[in-house]
């Protein structure tokens, strides 16, 4: 991005303690690192340590049941939840259950742990999916727009209600519906690159469903304008303004790492290859959504990566950028 723009973009600090439950994922040690860069106390509460050592605490949480993690959230200055089985998996019936328990149990017990603190905690980042719209093939989706159909719909439904229940009075709710974050070290993106690399980073089906993305840095610049700007409120899609189709996402991802040309898959290849090969769902290839944050273009809000080429270009061919200070 070019230093003018760059020199726009200037994001309040947090400040304090900052709990993130569930954070010993890939987005949740990504935002841990950006706020312990920026001197704030970070504890991370989740059911395993984290794989990578840095300026945090760990508490061991099952996700379900109160505990002394919860004292950690007595005057701390944020609360941020990313709790939640992956969806990178078959389908099963137990897997379904899962994904949908272990969101809305987890966020059932932070707001009761929240509601015996002396003092209101100040704010509560809650992470939600952009899939809550569905798999519209053409629409453009806002927040505005209607919830889709199916499980990933259901489950953020049901996720988003449970913390609109939890949140207790005098705390600030912001919820996050999160798109696909590209992080070279972490994340989905990570499968997609091997595949090129091996020759088969070619579309999808027809490859027109809709890729809806944000790039890691920017995604911790949201956490952090949900966590200091008191303005902010609500439900926000976290999207880039430039979401793209499955066969163009792969066209540059392919440019980007030098590989000319990749063997696009037929919908019956994608099918065999996500049961048999990838243990994976098939229809989060086969299907996407197209995702622009009407809220955060009218609150002002500039992306660093606001188009796909750059962001791609930043993961994997400029490696030595400076550390930025949002």
């Known amino acids: 991005m070019c230093k003018c723009v760059d020199d726009m973009i200037e994001d309040a600090r947090p400040t304090g303690r900052i709990v993130i439950a569930g954070g010993t994922g890939f987005l949740g040690l990504n935002l841990a690192r950006h706020l312990a860069e920026r001197d704030c106390d970070v504890v991370l509460i989740s059911r395993h340590a984290p794989a990578a050592l840095g300026k945090w605490r760990h508490l061991v949480w099952d996700g379900r049941t109160l505990g002394a993690w919860a004292e950690q959230l007595e005057g701390s200055s944020a609360l941020v939840n990313l709790v939640g089985r992956t969806v990178d998996c078959i389908k ?30 100040p704010v509560w980042v809650q992470m939600s999916t952009a899939h809550i719209y569905g798999d519209p093939p053409e629409v453009v989706c806002n927040e505005n727009s209607a919830f889709g159909y199916g499980l990933a719909p259901y489950v953020g439904r049901a996720w988003e209600a449970a913390h609109s ?45 809709g890729i809806s993305w944000i790039h890691e840095r920017d995604m911790n610049r949201l956490f952090v304008r949900a966590i ?33 040309v990749g063997l696009p898959a037929a919908r019956w290849q994608v099918h065999l290859g996500a049961a048999l090969f990838l243990r994976t769902d098939p229809e989060l290839a086969l299907y996407g959504r197209y995702c622009v944050s009407r809220r955060l273009s009218e609150e002002g809000f500039l992306f660093e990566f606001p188009e796909l080429p750059g962001a791609l270009r930043d993961l994997f061919q400029h490696r030595s950028h400076r550390p930025t200070s949002r």
């Open 92 to 121: 099963t019936p137990d897997h379904c259950d899962e994904i949908l328990r272990s969101r809305v149990e987890a966020t059932r017990v932070l707001g009761e742990a929240l509601e015996k603190l002396h003092q209101p905690i």
């Open 165 to 209: 229940a939890a949140v207790p009075s005098g705390t600030r709710q912001v919820t996050l519906r999160t798109s696909f974050v590209l992080g070279r070290d972490g994340g989905a993106l990570r499968r997609l690159v091997r595949l090129v690399r091996w020759g088969l980073g070619g579309k999808a089906g027809d490859g027109r469903q």
């Open 228 to 260: 200091a700007e008191r303005s902010m409120s609500g439900a926000y899609l976290a999207t880039a303004p430039n979401p793209v189709s499955n066969a163009e996402f792969m066209r540059e991802l392919r440019r980007v790492l030098g590989v000319p």
